[in-house]
């Protein structure tokens, strides 16, 4: 005879929930635990998800195998096995009914005999997690008339709103649908007093998805359908002949609601109430939303709106969208006599300056002062009501509640007392501050002389700086790392390859430090090895060191400072940067990366040869600049060990060179009669003298002179190091006699770098069957550098990427985006190719992903650091930041411009030109800009200054038909043009006389040429 | 993750009765004070409106999280006592600390007992409390006054969560950073419903640093003098309904801008407090900014002394503590930084001062907390996991502390920080307190 546990096996096998019910309904109370302990077992071997077949995965069960196995966890499981085991709920839900009826009979049959005390926990349980399903509003009122769980509103409500679609999936199986399917399902509401009354109300109580669900009615199309040919010839599929016979009804609660209401079968002034009191919850949007067009759809009176004043009052403080739905509502009350404005008056600070609402507090402006014509008594309140709507950041807000303010002060006969007046007066000035030029411009007369901007005393001229000297200070200057233990701890921070300023200590401790390291230093390096060798976790003393020998992958710019580590590990015994691969799969292909592979490659080959010299570019002050008379004394020094600059070592040096500090540059020209290496002290002097200084002539090179290698000896590199001190010195120079130095010419040597940069439209087209075609358009940067050749020499830091597009792809990008900060540290005058190269990959159009936006994150952020004037791609950096589609992106450019603004690295003509550019390209839409330009204005006059001339550099650009929204712009420019002293210059004007056409624009047109 | 069960007597309710509305919060606590009080105060509230405004978004911020995660929700608590009514709650995350502080002006009522407990925050009660109107009084009481019968009577709301111990942990680690926050800005109403609207929408992923531009305030990514570092500022749009009732809003910061908090006074004895985390990603519960303080175990004759002291004198002032009880100031400090992390003080920005607040914990589930510190214990359980190396100038010691197949390096003592070569100082730098290695270090060779 078999046992209990056999039997059940036996049952799940091979037999069906019939057999298996009675099974459990006799099962002992001592077999319980038995044939859970089997249920685990055989869930884990039929329920798992394994390979069936080649291609095949799933779970071995049938069908019958999971009825069965679903209803024996609840005659045997625990309330803490049930809660974490019994997750297939869904088996319950209402919309199943059909096709698992069975299950459900067996399900309740037992659940009825056993009646487990955990049933409510699990059900709540279940309910939480499970987001799109509920067990059927039938199933669950059956379980409740049984006493088998007790009544819980948050479970019912999840039903109750499921149950309008379970009923719509019911009424499609019939053999013929209702004519009006909502009339059907709002009868069947009308049958159960119970879910009208206690239930459906609960709809209002909780976060539910009932603005989602709605029953769709259509008869089942039977699998023999056939297709057919329509009027026109055209083939029609079978689902779509089926359509047009049996159209589908889709019936939303809104629809019953209404219905129900309209037969009085819920209480209308009920529900109208129970919508405003959701609306005051923090539900989710689309909820908010759902109750607020059902409190419109069933179109309230006045009256009932009036009997509800309470209940909307205490909506404008909710969210945006409430509280604009609440303020249209009590507008329209304002025109009711039995309506007083005065019992807004203890709520209007609460909205009326609130910044997301505009057009609701527009219309309720309007309203009051039309409720001041009919009304004139209520001049007082209204009056505090404009008064408080003052600070609001909207100007059209601002200037309304101003030119309402402004009338009832002139008021021909007095609307407000003396009191009354002083009050809104005191309003008004204390707005001061906030008020645009519009509203300011209305309210004159009650601001306080001495803040009325302006006046031409108030106002600065912005202008950018001549020149850029770099602060060489002890306040700036960069401590060398002190001992071994700073040393090891930096080293940490160096694996994270995120700081290139932690990265620069480290190489100079590493190559200043070799005599203070302990015996056991590859020892206490070990915790950072791991990181990139975990095999030398469990390894032995022999074991590491074969490890630490033997071949390891590194990659890109991260892996210059890891193969660095790796061979200090040994004792520089295993060289390992030359190794590092630049172009394997996690590496972005940089300008400058083969240029720092070679410093790196420098500092190892000094480390290996025990020569305590510092790379010449080590930086010596904050952030990356090296002071001249530093940079003299490491040529001296490398000069007395009789070791030869390396040229990419020294064409960076000469990169972060601060030239431009006289003091230093005095003294680093009084050491320079030292060196021996005449060419090189020839183009030092030069370098350390007036900026005005003309280029020495220069020994032409051979013809067909081939650009310096990066591993040729100083003198062949020399000409090449002269192209970088040059465009370093001077980045907008010209430098005619270089070509015949170099042997050749490239965009940046003789003449400025400047790259272009075209908008170019470009549109797809697409068309589904049935549909009319869609065009999509979008707008592309395309980049144009001059030439579409490499650049003959690595050591020509300055040169262009090339070609039109260098497009990285996700991977690269994501790697660029880290690797920037690194490149951008090497060329601290004139970063403007490493940004040009940062838009390439990480802006060519608009919209683009996450690793693209990092890229124009890390880029906006190299332009920070003092500098000097922003040029060529640094300032389309700049433009493309402050019109991103990321909020963030515009926050970092605007932060950007400010402090380019201060610090007078902007040319405000040269951005505002290629922001009209972009604009006028529709590259992006104009109130990105404009409200992040807005948010600027106001600040200080200097900044004010700078904005007006980039607005009068940006409006001639943009076409005779303006691109949409330019009324934004051309408020920013009404705001902030006032409050500079700066007439509106000819350009602007005629392209606002060609704008006065555009209704509008007309009014600001007008507002801004008089 | 431990299950824990709160067991109320009924669920909270606002309830319409002939005398008037009443809002009844249910009260429960796993280790309730001697004498079983059940019922800690009954009396009306000054400005019910306010107060449920106030305790609405209180139950927003219980309801939030910003890390993936299911959101499960976890009691407030209410701290009675000294006049005063606190409520206090996390956001699931851990992340962002509320409390709600409903001074003698706000309440008109009798203070039955005093002391910490569990209250139950239900959707109906939430629901009801949306609903409460400007005109409408309301009573409020904390606790049940027949709590007794009905609990005879067989009603016990009993409702099982799993209770993280981050929760509790992040509710006394908060308190560390409270007590370290200085003032930064001060803005009027209008610039504190202005505050919200320099957020660049959705979730923001970056630094981002509050201050005032002109009259404005503003957001913005990059550092500056005056500005106040507020990681995962997005979350201050929890405040957003509570932003236009305030009177002024008060920002505070820790120096090192490793957490923040906005005060809003709302008048006639209520304030809202609003503290977040240095990031969105990380709760207060991770943080080891109260390590340090725990290294040294207090006399446990000092802790029940000071506890009996401040659950007798409901309040805590660290100076006149220090004279009354002839204790230098360091000492009363450490006192105070060791009883919060214990859970029984909290901390009032306002006042700058502590409060007496016994967490409605267990105080064992309390001490098993902090992850860290145990497991350096664990390390100082073996002979040679922590071996000293040498000391150096100033008192610089160098350890070898032993880590996952690795040995660390670590210098503790002297002037300087302590330092470790773990990954997990690595990356954070000591910013989110010591390490395990360092811990050990520190507990076997000293601290100083």
Redesign the interface.
Known sequence: MPTTVEEFEHIIRHQSITELLPFLLALPKRDVVPVRAKLKALRKELESIVQLSENSWGSRSTREQYEALFLTGFAVYSRTDALRSLTNGWALAGNNYQTIKGLHEAWLALISAIRPDWLGDWLRHIHRNGRDWAVGYALLRTLEEEQLIPYVPEIVVKAVVQALSDWGGELSQGVSVPLDAAAAIADRFRADPLLLRRDLPLLFEFDTAVNAYSARIQLVMPFDAEGAQDANGRQLRPWQVWEQKHPIQVVSWQNVIVQLAATNHLDRADLLTRCLLALRRDFRRPLLTWFKDLFLKLEPTTEELLARQNELLELPHAMPLVANFALTQLTQLLQAPAFSPTVLLPLADSFMARPELKTSLRALIMGLLKCLKQEPAQAPTIARLLAAALPHPDGAVQERAAKGLAGLLNAAQPLLDPTETAVVVTAIQQATDLLGGPARTVLVPWLEPAVVVGGPGAAAAYAPTASFVPDISAATAIAPVADWHELLFLTGQVVQHRDPAVAERWLDGLLRLPAQLPADFAAQLKPYLVQRLPALKKASVAESTTLLAGPVNTNGHEGLAQALLLSWATGFATARVARVNLKGDYAAPGPLLSVEKQRYLCAETLLRQGHPLPLLSTPTHEPYWVAPNTLVARLLAYQAAGIPPAPADLAVALARTAHSHAASSAEALTQLPALVDIGLRELLTWFFGPADAQLPTLPSAAPQRPGAKLSVELAGALPELWAVAARTKAPLGRFPTLPAALGYDYPGVAQPLLSTCVAVPHENRHSGIGEPTRVYRYVELAWDSGTTRPAPSPLLLYAPPVGRSQRGSWEENIVMAEDLPFFGSLLPHNPAPVHEHALRNGAWTDKLETAERDIVQQALRSLLPAGPVYLGASLDLLACGLVHNLAECRRLAQEVLLRAIAAGRLLPASLGEILGRQLAAEYAPVPRLSDGLTALTGIDPLTDDALTQVLEALLPELPAAPPRSTRKLLETYALVQPRTARMVPAAVRARLGEWRAVASLKPLVKQVLT | MADFAYAYAQPSALTHTVKGNVLALAAYAEDPPTGGAACFFSGGLANSWLAARGL?TLA?VV?SRFVPQ?AALRDPIVTAGAGLLRFEAFSSCNGVYARLDLGPEALEGEFLASGTTNVDFN??MV?AL??V???EPVRLQVGEQQVVLERAAGTVTER?VSLPERWIKGLTAVQGYLAGMEERLTLT??QA??ML??L???T???EYYLLL????P?????ASAGAVRVGGAHRLRLL??LL??CENLRVYATPDGQASAFVLVLGGGHEFVLALSAEANRGFSGEGNQLDTLLDELPTEWITGANNLFRGNETFNPTLFALENDLAPEVVDRLCASLSAMGLLGFDLASNHYFYRRLPFKLERILKLNPRLKNARALLEAADDVQLVGVGNGGRT?VRVR???????V?VGGAEAP?C???W???H?GQRGPCKHILAAQLRFGAA
């Open positions: 609405t927003k309801a299911s959707e109906p629901n949306a609903r109107s400007r005109t099982k109403k209008v419903t202005q609207q320099s660049p929408a959705g923001l992923r970056g531009r002109g009259p404005r503003s957001f913005v990514p990059v957003d309904g236009p009732l160098e880590g996952t197949d690795v040995w660390h390096t210098l330092r070569t773990c990954q100082f690595t990356g730098q």
